[in-house]
T-cell receptor, first 114, second 112 residues
């Protein structure tokens, strides 16, 4: 079982609020990812990081930002939430070498902006 | 670029029916192939994988064979259960890129 944790699991906030979704992994993985997914639908990569102080935008444009100050921690921030940001956000990670050949996911953070 | 195509869902089966979910891919070289499963309200979990041609991945009664000649990795199970109801994602990782490519997912509903 993967050791990757996301908080909060569920969040309802008002428009214009700032929110941070937390993601931590205890596997020492270098690579971490954020995906956006509508329920049961396609995954869209919005951010990824190959290590500390490395962050890149993914295939889907997103108004969110990320940081990678510590290997184990990869938070995602929305400065001003809007209803269009309502979605599930999945954090994931992979390691080096053989362990880099499997991607592990957290349980997801469900965000609703009202 | 790399891509993964899956059969469209939803797929609805009766309990104990045979399941096939088709997956084909486009990639350079010899990618590793995966099936992930997502139960309602959860993240994705690795179901099985295969890292080279003709390898068969298997887990929990599911299996898939890496077919390079047809660039396919179809998921099969001989007798599905209600608890198998979920969304199934086919994915690949090539030997050159750093990121994974996922298919659009196929929703499976198994009726008692």
């Amino acid at each position: 079982e993967a050791d990757i944790y996301q908080t909060p699991r569920y969040l309802v906030i008002g428009t214009g609020k700032k929110i941070t979704l937390e993601c931590s992994q205890t596997m020492g993985h270098d690579k971490m990812y954020w995906y956006q997914q509508d329920p049961g639908m396609e995954l869209h990569l919005i951010h990824y990081s190959y290590g500390v102080n490395s962050t890149e935008k993914g295939d889907l444009s997103s108004e969110s930002t990320v940081s990678r100050i510590r290997t184990e921690h990869f938070p995602l921030t929305l400065e001003s939430a809007r209803p269009s940001h309502t979605s599930q956000y999945l954090c994931a990670s992979t390691g080096q070498g053989g362990s880099g050949n499997t991607i592990y996911f957290g349980e997801g953070s469900w965000l609703t902006v009202v | 670029g790399n891509s993964v195509t899956q059969m469209e869902g939803p797929v609805t089966l009766s309990e104990e029916a045979f399941l096939t979910i088709n997956c084909t891919y486009t990639a350079t070289g010899y990618p590793s192939l995966f099936w992930y499963v997502q139960y309602p309200g959860e993240g994705l979990q690795l179901l099985l994988k295969a890292t080279k041609a003709d390898d068969k991945g298997s887990n929990k009664g599911f299996e898939a064979t890496y077919r390079k000649e047809t660039t396919s990795f179809h998921l099969e199970k001989g007798s599905v259960q209600v608890s198998d109801s979920a969304v199934y994602f086919c994915a690949l990782k090539d030997n050159y890129g750093q990121n994974f490519v996922f298919g659009p997912g196929t929703r499976l509903s198994v009726l008692p």
